[in-house]
């Protein structure tokens, strides 16, 4: 039987990850992914110099043998990216070498140690707060006066329920998070919950002398949604518009069909949004003024919250903001 002599260079091509073959140190063909990665003239050259990375230069006297473990090559081909790479003997004295690009699972790894400490720096500042106010408040109580002491108080409960809504907020995040696998299936009726979302707004709306407006299509069709995360998206997004907007301002909440979908948009006119911030907003405990949000009684969560419902319901998050503009965030939601 005539032995098949496989193409080399269609066999690495037909692998979906970075690959080449090498004898002794020395590349002896590679595909275009690995060209891409590690230079376009690396056929010939030594694998110290291709894989340039301490920990792959480390690992080249173990590579080609049976048993290699797989090498983690953090920063390889960009600060941001992560590969893993393996190897396996082939025949007379050649192996394969792949890079497994773990760039992103990395990404999503590095995102959630950030979250923990994110999370526990922002219930770290008042729980001090809180600590150093009891401690005064007991060691010196004798000595402050009534005045004093209520201010005091008043400091200990703001700070308690600041702490309070950040674990209801990390409680709604994670809650979204676990469902969303399932998208909604529940036919609902958008317009009495932008009712209900902007009763609740009214108050603040006083404050702030903004007229709540509503441009709501009378016929709009039901949406597949989960009518309590509904809830909380518009009361996210309209407390934002009234705290982000301009005093006296008005604030629109629109809402029309668009095809297979119903368009919802909460509008402000305020100080709008720059665009290298708008990216970001969305990431959890992200502000662009932190102490001011803070102030605000914003927990830096509400968008992140809004960004995952919007995924759970398969729809769309488009936020359009201009400085000294106004802001108008668009969700795009799957009709029922
Ligand atoms: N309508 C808006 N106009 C201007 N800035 C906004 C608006 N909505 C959100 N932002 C900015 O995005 C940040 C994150 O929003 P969010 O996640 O709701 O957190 P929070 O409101 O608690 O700070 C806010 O701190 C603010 O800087
Ligand atoms: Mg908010």
């Known amino acids: 039987m005539p032995q098949v002599i496989p193409d080399t260079s269609r066999l690495l091509e037909g692998l979906n990850e970075a690959a080449l073959i090498a004898r002794g140190r020395r590349v002896i063909a590679s595909n275009s992914a690995a060209k891409a990665l590690l230079g376009d003239g690396i056929d010939g050259d030594g694998l110290e110099q291709v894989i340039s990375h301490p920990a792959a230069i480390e690992a080249l006297d173990r590579i080609g043998s049976a048993d290699m473990e797989e090498v983690e090559l953090a920063g390889l081909g960009g600060s941001r990216r992560h590969w893993l ?38 219930l770290r500042t008042p729980l001090s707060t809180l600590i150093g106010y009891t401690e005064t408040l007991r060691e010196q109580g004798d000595e402050i006066d009534g005045d004093t002491r209520e201010r005091f ?48 707004a009214q108050r603040i ?43 006296g301002t008005p604030v629109t909440v629109a809402a029309h069909a668009e095809g297979s979908m119903v368009h919802l948009a909460v509008a402000d006119q305020g100080e709008g949004i720059a665009p ?50 106004g802001t108008t965030v668009h969700v795009l939601l799957p009709v029922s």
């Open 276 to 325: 290298e911030h708008v990216k970001r907003v969305t990431e959890r405990f992200y502000r662009v003024d932190t102490s001011r949000s803070r102030s605000l009684g914003g927990t830096g969560l509400g968008l992140s919250i809004v960004k995952h419902i919007v995924e759970r319901h398969r729809g769309r998050l488009v936020i359009d903001s201009e400085l000294e503009r």
């Open 205 to 247: 709306a006083d404050e702030r002398g903004s007229t709540l407006v509503r441009e709501v299509d009378p016929e709009l069709p039901p949406i597949a949604a989960d009518r309590g995360q509904i809830l909380q998206l518009l009361d996210n997004l309209i407390t934002n518009a009234l705290r982000y907007g301009e005093p």
């Open 85 to 122: 790479m393996r190897s396996a003997p082939l025949a007379d004295g050649t192996y394969l070498i792949r890079f497994v690009d773990r760039s992103e699972v990395a990404a999503a790894e590095q995102m959630r140690v950030d979250f923990v400490a994110n999370a526990s720096h922002e």
């Open 153 to 200: 108080l008043s400091v200990v409960h703001d700070e308690a329920r600041r702490m309070q809504r950040i674990v209801e907020d990390l409680i709604s995040l994670s809650r979204i998070e676990a469902e969303k696998f399932t998208a909604p299936t529940e036919a609902v009726n958008l317009a009495p919950l932008i009712e209900q979302a902007l009763g609740g």
